[in-house]
């Protein structure tokens, strides 16, 4: 794993399917989810070429049908590490024939991950290696963040989460892993959604027009938290494992198939397009405190 340290914060991260570890202050607060396998063992996977399910597991790009799993495939990769100083490294993952199988596109996807005092950013950046094919893909994150829950300390339903710039959280309902056409309003209250168990019982909350462009964590007991912002990113999911104490928030440049998707890959809601030679990005950051 490799370790970055500013003297504020400590960070690990694998680089198998670049996945961010352990994010702690220097007093040693774990503010990342630690993969407890009873409930999700997973802490940050990168989610591309796709975002969410595909209808039937599958899509069709140039006539051909290929199968791609929920997420899609870098997060069981593993990734070439280039350490660029005690505060920054990136990860990178390119093309090849067994990408080729499932994705036929040439492409280089790079995570850079940076520390600047209190503030955790990574940041993706998508190249399109061909010099004739456009890249058809979707990329988003998936940090778990930890909510403590220590004896004496506050309860799992004392925490919040609030947006700023929004009055209440438009979700739009999954069916089957799959977006449906239901969208149910959950309203906040003075820009808060208290955090329960029964809230993920559903699975995500799906939002496709979020306005808040940063989301705090917060509880009502003491001062700890953190700032989440993002940039670049249209879509955002909120998650948390059946009875877990954790929550997810989710950037996502993408989304799951709609229950009435064609499959056709050129069709797909929230799909980027990059031209040959040309490279796209995205970023979110965390502030701890």
């Known amino acids: 794993m490799a370790r970055l340290t500013n003297g504020m914060l400590c960070v690990e991260i694998d680089p198998q399917g670049a996945e961010l570890k352990s994010l702690r202050d220097k007093g040693g607060r774990e503010y990342l989810w630690q993969a407890d396998p009873r409930y999700w063992a997973k802490t940050s996977p990168v989610l591309?070429?796709?975002?969410?399910?595909?209808?039937?597991?599958a899509y069709i790009f140039n006539g051909k049908e290929y199968r791609l799993s929920r997420h899609g495939f870098a997060r069981d990769r593993l990734f070439e590490e280039y350490r660029i100083s005690e505060t920054e490294v990136a990860y990178t993952l390119r093309d090849s024939a067994d990408t080729h199988s499932v994705y036929p596109f040439a492409f280089e996807l790079t995570l850079r991950y940076a520390l600047s005092r209190h503030t955790l950013s990574c940041t993706y950046e998508v190249y399109n290696l061909s010099d004739s094919q456009p890249l058809l893909f979707s990329v988003g994150g998936h940090p778990a963040f930890a909510v403590h829950t220590e004896d004496g300390g506050p309860a799992y339903t004392d925490h919040y989460l609030e947006f700023p710039d929004d009055e209440a959280l438009y979700c739009h309902a999954l069916e089957g892993n799959l977006v449906s056409g239901r969208v149910d309003a959950v309203p906040l209250n003075n820009n808060r959604l208290p955090l329960r168990y029964e809230l993920f019982y559903r699975d995500a909350l799906v939002i496709k027009t979020l306005r808040s462009r940063r989301i705090s964590l917060r509880n009502t007991v003491n001062d700890r938290g953190l700032h989440f912002s993002y940039e670049h990113t249209p879509f955002f999911g909120i998650w948390a494992a059946r009875d877990a104490d954790f929550v997810c928030l989710e950037p996502w440049c993408g989304i799951a198939d709609s229950v009435d998707h064609n499959q056709q890959l050129t069709d797909k809601e929230g799909i980027q397009r990059l031209d040959p030679g040309q490279k796209w990005?995205?970023?979110?950051?965390v502030e701890c405190f």
Request: avoid cysteine; aromatic fraction near 14%.
């Open 48 to 57: 591309f070429p796709i975002v969410g399910a595909l209808k039937d597991d």
């Open 281 to 285: 990005s995205a970023r979110w950051a």
